[in-house]
């Protein structure tokens, strides 16, 4: 039987994304910047009080929108709750980009942005942090005025751990007349600063957020994302009725009733994103200043080599050879223990070129 199936041009000119790979339990998981310490005990707790009714019913948002609400400072109209960070991220699409209609991002950054902007069909304007990774503020002034429907910053930027603070976004706000002005806050409370307070000057700034990091709730799947209420308003009319499922709201609260474990989670990362990046200076690897839970460092050309000997021995680093140069790697700041147990076959398995 012949089937021809009508297939958008853009699906078919791009190839399926690559998950990460399977069979990584048990291993020393530094690649993907999860919370490898794990979520706070009340997060068990609260979900092992979900009854076999309540699973079994379609969730209500309105209560837990209104306390996450209250805990991230905005009001229940500012804060709009999705299915993960990446499904914060694809709404934006849904309103604002048509096929052909360009989006702005710059690079190194996460992926998700080019992925979706592929599948949509849209044109991709691309500037690059600089030799230090620094980013191209000057760069996106300019671009603006073409007027992209949609700016991406990551920030802090993954891979590269950049962060853009008042001055910076102010200028980008500014210039940013006829675009949507995504700042992807998924590392925010590692570097202290979050655009969120600046929503209500303008209306032309999101601030997209996830549970997956510091509250440690990747396996569940929550994000959000904020902005005023006329324009939050616009990007509902993109939301399924039911988008979040009960469990991760649950987790949420929970989580977010417990500060003291992500404070405590997030004033570790800090140290040891700090001793980490001397001990690797120590050695002669090139490291970049980091806001996040991660640090970006260079091997040079022995470095994937490197990399692929660690992963045989189950400690997994996310090689960014191919998108930054030969060597870049992507460290996810562990635990203690863990950040000793990586420090150690680094020194045993790498020889400084000098």
């Known amino acids: ?10 699906i078919l000119n791009r190839r399926t994304y690559e998950a990460p790979a399977e069979g990584r339990s048990g291993k020393l998981r530094l690649d993907f910047n999860e919370n490898t310490s794990g979520c706070s005990p009340t997060v068990r707790r609260a979900l092992a009080q979900l009854t076999t009714k309540q ?4 969730p209500e948002y309105q209560a837990p929108t209104r306390r996450i609400a209250g805990y991230l400072g905005v009001s229940p109209e500012e804060l709009l709750l999705a299915n993960g960070g990446d499904d914060a991220l694809r709404v934006f699409f849904d309103t604002f980009v048509d096929s052909g209609s360009s989006i702005l991002i710059c690079e190194p950054t996460f992926p998700m942005y080019r992925y979706y902007a592929e599948i949509y069909g849209a044109r991709i304007a691309v500037l690059r942090y600089g030799s ?32 853009l603070q008042g001055d910076e976004l102010r200028r980008i706000l500014k210039a ?16 202290g600063f979050t655009a969120m307070p600046w929503i209500r000057k303008y209306p032309q700034l999101f601030v997209a957020k996830t549970f997956s990091k510091v509250a440690g709730l990747a396996a569940l799947r929550l994000g959000a994302v904020i902005a005023c209420k006329d324009s939050l308003a616009l990007v509902r009319r993109a939301m399924p009725p039911f988008p979040v499922n009960l469990a991760a709201l649950v987790a949420a609260e929970a989580a977010l009733n417990d500060r003291a474990t992500m404070r405590c989670y997030v004033n570790g990362v800090k140290r040891l994103r700090a001793w980490f990046a001397e001990e690797l ?31 045989k ?12 140069g030969p060597g870049f790697v992507r460290i996810t700041i562990g635990t203690q223990s863990e950040m000793r147990r990586l420090l150690k076959s680094i020194r045993k398995e790498w020889k400084s070129p000098a």
């Open 313 to 324: 021995q189950g400690i997994l680093l996310r090689d960014r050879s191919k998108d930054i």
């Open 55 to 58: 699973l079994a019913m379609y």
């Open 132 to 163: 230090k990774m620094e980013f191209p503020l000057d760069g996106v002034i300019t671009a603006l005025r073409k007027k992209p429907r949609v700016l991406f910053i990551a920030n802090p930027n993954n891979p590269t751990g950049t962060l």
């Open 281 to 311: 200076e120590k050695l002669g690897v090139k490291t970049y200043p980091s806001a996040g839970n991660f640090l970006l460092a260079n091997f040079g050309p022995s470095g994937p080599p490197l990399f692929q000997n660690l992963e």
């Open 176 to 191: 940013a007349t006829h675009t949507a002005v995504v700042m992807d806050e998924a590392y925010a409370e590692f570097s």
């Open 1 to 10: 039987m012949n089937v021809h199936l009508p297939v958008r041009k853009a």
